[in-house]
């Protein structure tokens, strides 16, 4: 049996034991996975309150119970912890059960809107390169050195947060790049990691309808910030103007990268094609395969990282421009003339990015045929925004479907189609089926074409009705162009 130290975040302790220290076998806070001795952590969440499942988690043997309030009837034999925050304490506990690990790896964690897959995946890459056991916990895939465990969120929860932590403190592991995303840090998923430091890529519209409002949701991001320690990093982006607020207040080392402001880690974009980036880092020119202006902050904040953890920035550019990045961010398929570009865009800005990186190295004659969808049960006020930036930057847009999730996609479409203008509609289809969709940008497709397929990237599912079936948009645009090829 293990003992909790210090499990105390604010903590008051009314019943049996009054002691600070609990001894547990496991902790949980789902009650459908309690085990004998465990102790049952009640959190209210966005579906049902956690406190309603005490006395189920009681009846499978929790020895333990933390909670913002007491149930009404107590049991003899069970310690009842009261705390302020109890998906805080959650979080604080787990750390302290899988024996701190963030203490003994250099954990540092990403933040903002978009931008977090890439630039701690490039982070990973590039760590290994150089020689370093490196761990990364990603939307595409949790990683320990070179294993792959699979991801189920952006950010794991905050027992699975610390236990991969703590595998990789075991497996030698001296670097984690995370992404932290702003329902994990609202979530307490990161409570009581102790972070070497922290990165803000840039802040734009998605999820409100969690955060309700653009300012809660800078909010989310801010927490970060404010919670870092004084001998940890703050690396910001300086040309995205909530930067500077992120930095408001933040006890740790200030830092910035930019491509217009002055800041610490400083570049010019000296040419930016479809085959990569030319760009000008302290009077050095280097070229990197990764494509788009975005991806030239992205370059920036992983350049800033590793020289903040102390590496040399020669090799550091050296090892960085051979990287590719992560799977599903703008990754070209090319067949019978035809270039397919699968991208992860599933916010506006993402979109309009992408789409604007692929209009500027356009050489003219040829067209582009955009496909994308939008995620049900999410934000959805960005649905005719991304319709809207789809059909102006496109010769032809097809809307279709994302994951529709529990909503009906006809509806996600409307909501979509309410975008797209009058004198637009001659140029824009609506087809449900997103495979159907696939298929029909390539038959209209001919030689020299694009065809960007946005929003599902590296996802390999498309989730109905909480079912997952199995869906690849590169592998079904391939054999969409390959039929073209043969007939
Ligand atoms: C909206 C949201 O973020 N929900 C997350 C949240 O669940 P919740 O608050 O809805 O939980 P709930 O169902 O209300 O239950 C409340 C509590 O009661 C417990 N419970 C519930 C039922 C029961 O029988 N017994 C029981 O004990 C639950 O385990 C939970 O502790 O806490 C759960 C445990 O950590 C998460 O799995 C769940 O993620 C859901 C599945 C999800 O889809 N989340 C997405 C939106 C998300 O987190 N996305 C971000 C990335 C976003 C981005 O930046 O693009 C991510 O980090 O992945
Ligand atoms: N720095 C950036 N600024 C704006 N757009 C970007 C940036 N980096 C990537 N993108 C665009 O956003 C998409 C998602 O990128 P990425 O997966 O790195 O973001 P993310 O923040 O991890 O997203 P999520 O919140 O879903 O985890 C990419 O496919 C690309 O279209
Ligand atoms: N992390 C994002 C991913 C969105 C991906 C897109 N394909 C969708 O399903 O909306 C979210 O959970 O909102
Ligand atoms: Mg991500």
Not at 174 to 181: G, Q, R, Y
Not at 351 to 357: A, E, I, R, S
Not at 433 to 448: F, H, V, W, Y
Request: hydrophobic residues 40%; charged residues 25%; contains cysteine.
């Amino acid at each position: 049996m293990k003992v909790l130290k210090d499990i105390l975040y604010k903590v008051s302790l009314t019943t049996t034991t009054g002691d600070m220290e609990l001894g547990v076998k496991d902790i949980v806070f789902d009650s459908r996975h309690v085990t004998e001795g465990s102790a049952f952590v009640a959190i209210k969440g966005t579906q049902v309150d956690g406190h309603e499942f005490i006395e189920k988690a009681i009846s499978l043997g929790a020895e333990s119970i933390i909670c913002e309030q007491l149930p009404e009837k107590l049991i003899d034999g069970i310690t009842y912890v009261v705390v302020v925050n109890s998906a805080r304490a959650l979080g604080i506990m787990a750390s302290n059960y899988f024996d701190n690990p963030s203490e003994n790896i250099q954990v540092i964690a990403i933040t903002g809107t978009n931008g977090k897959t890439t630039t701690a995946t490039l982070l990973h890459q590039l760590f290994m390169r150089m020689g370093y056991s490196t761990g990364l916990l990603s939307t595409v895939e949790n990683k320990i050195n070179e294993t792959v465990i699979h991801a189920t969120h952006t950010t794991p929860d905050a027992v699975s947060v610390q236990a991969l932590l703590r595998k990789m403190v075991a497996d030698g592991c001296t670097h984690c790049f995370m992404e932290a995303s702003s329902h994990a840090i609202v979530q307490e998923r990161i409570a009581g990691l102790k972070l070497a430091g922290a990165v803000f890529t840039n802040i734009s519209h998605d999820h409100l309808d969690y955060h309700g409002t653009f300012d809660e949701y800078i909010k989310a991001k801010k927490k970060l910030f404010d919670e870092l320690p004084k001998d940890a990093f703050a690396l910001v982006n300086g040309d995205d103007k909530r930067g500077m607020v992120m930095l408001q207040n933040c006890k740790a080392s200030h830092q910035t990268f930019a491509l217009r402001s002055p800041a610490d880690f400083k570049a010019k974009i000296i040419s930016n094609t479809l085959e990569g980036l030319e760009l000008e880092i302290n009077s050095k020119m280097i070229w990197f395969r990764m494509i788009g202006s975005f991806n030239a902050y992205n370059l920036l904040a992983v350049l800033g990282v590793t020289v903040l953890l102390g590496e040399e920035e020669d090799e550091v550019l050296r090892e960085l421009s051979g990287i590719r990045g992560a799977k599903g961010r703008f990754d070209r398929i090319s067949i019978a003339g035809i270039t397919a570009i699968v991208d992860y865009a599933h916010t506006p800005d993402a979109l309009d990015n992408v789409l604007k990186t692929i209009n500027a190295a356009r050489t003219g004659g040829e067209q582009l045929i955009t496909v994308v969808g939008c995620g049900g049960n999410r934000d959805k006020t960005k649905r005719p925004i991304m319709a809207k930036i789809a059909v102006q930057e496109s010769d032809k847009t097809i809307l279709t479907s994302d994951n529709p999730r529990f909503e009906e996609p006809n509806d996600i479409l409307k909501d979509m189609q309410a975008g797209v203008g009058p004198s637009e509609i001659r140029k824009t289809l609506s087809i449900v089926d997103r495979r159907e969709a696939i298929k029909t940008a390539c038959m209209l497709s001919q030689k020299g074409d694009i065809i960007l397929i946005a929003g599902k990237g590296h996802e390999d599912y498309q989730e109905v009705n909480g079912v997952k079936h199995h869906f690849d948009d590169t592998e079904i645009v391939t054999e969409f162009l390959q039929q073209l090829t043969q007939g």
